[in-house]
């Protein structure tokens, strides 16, 4: 069983920073993609950032030159570095994994969830 456990959401101003993390527990194939999904109120839950334990990397166009996703796999823990936030940006984030060693386009592991609210 794996479980991916979230921290580092908050309240932050327009402009500010937050570093969420997420460190994944249980047995994990050594090929993988660990990344963050959000969800705004009303709205469709959508890719952020994700990277391969090989270390490349893939952004949504909203948050590329904002955001930084990286990742120590030793640890089996990623983070996610968001400057320049913006009032769209409050969401919940979702921590994700998913194994490429089974078949699927979506994620195979979903974190809780953790709240970001972005005030102006």
């Known amino acids: 069983q794996v479980q991916l456990v979230e921290s580092g959401g908050g309240l932050a101003q327009a402009g500010g920073s937050l570093t969420l993390s997420c460190a994944a527990s249980g047995r994990t194939f050594r090929f993988n993609v660990m990344g963050w999904y959000r969800q705004a109120p009303g709205k469709q839950r959508e890719l952020v950032a994700v990277i391969s334990s090989s270390g490349s990397t893939n952004y949504a166009d909203s948050v590329k030159g904002r955001f930084t996703i990286s990742r120590v796999n030793a640890m089996n823990t990623v983070y996610l570095q968001m400057n320049s936030l913006k009032p769209e940006d409050t969401a919940v984030y979702y921590c994700?994994?998913?194994?490429?060693?089974?078949?699927?386009?979506?994620?195979?592991?979903w974190g809780q969830g953790t709240q970001v609210t972005v005030s102006s």
């Open positions: 994700s994994l998913k194994e490429l060693e089974l078949v699927g386009a979506q994620p195979d592991y």
